[in-house]
């Protein structure tokens, strides 16, 4: 099903265009590993011709305890991402959590996210779009994809266009989460790239207690249903080891084995455009 394009620096979702990619790791841990990742991921794009977005966290605002880590913070994280797209010509993305950031977040960010447990917030939602940067708004783990028309509609008030909504899961209770791919074509309905989160729909909210667990072995066959739908997109957080990821890291993909899977991916996805 063709969807709105929705430009990112120079990465294209949606449209006629080739599956693309958003990846990096969860949250910003230093400057150092965080510029070693994206010149990895950038080196993988270029020798692929892959489209990637890079994505990571300034401050997770949402974790599970208010001991867990949240990254360095907006004005530091914005910094560190600032060099990032200087260094490796990446376009980059984070969350936005409040209206306050929202305009000081889009001199640097080529996209803002709306994170899950937001996406029914107007304010932040209006404040995003009002920037005039594409904004990707998670669907929240308690929305059926139907809900997902009112958000749209929020953000076309502000005559922002450049709309994207990934997929990420619905809450099934007791820690889990349950992917229904029904959801990629009933939202890609409204005209808007759909990009499927294929990490976070393998995790476990507060499933270790004090902290989220996951269920990375999924990642690869649930990722692959996906594209089969048809998405526009694929997220995945990555890093280079991540059982010692101080956030997310159950649910995160070991960044050598996101260049096998995303290599694979996009044999499928021209299949199934193919077929459109």
Known sequence: MSTREVKAGNVKIGGKNPLAFIAGPCVIENEESVLRTAEKLK???????????FKSSYDKANRTSVNSFRGPGIEEGL?????????TGLPVLSDVHSVSEAKQAAEVLDVLQIPAFLSRQTDIILAAARTGKPV??????????GDVKNIIDKALSTGNKDIII???????????LV????????????????????THSVQLPGGRGNSSGGQ????????????????????????????KAPCDGPNMLKLDEFFVLAEQLVELGRLVRGWQ
């Open 166 to 176: 990934t997929e990420r899961g619905v809450s099934f209770g007791y820690n889990n």
């Open 79 to 87: 910094e560190i991402l600032s060099k990032v797209r200087a260094v």
């Open 179 to 198: 992917v229904d791919l029904r959801s990629i074509p009933i939202i890609q309905s409204y005209g808007f790239p759909v990009v499927y989160d294929a």
């Open 216 to 243: 990375r072995e999924f990642i690869a066959p649930l990722s692959r249903a996906a594209v089969s739908a048809g998405c526009d997109a694929v997220f995945m957080e990555v890093h280079e080891d991540p059982d």
């Open 136 to 145: 990707n708004i998670k669907k929240g783990q308690f929305l059926a994809p």
């Open 43 to 53: 080196k993988y794009s270029e020798s692929q011709s892959i489209p990637l977005i």
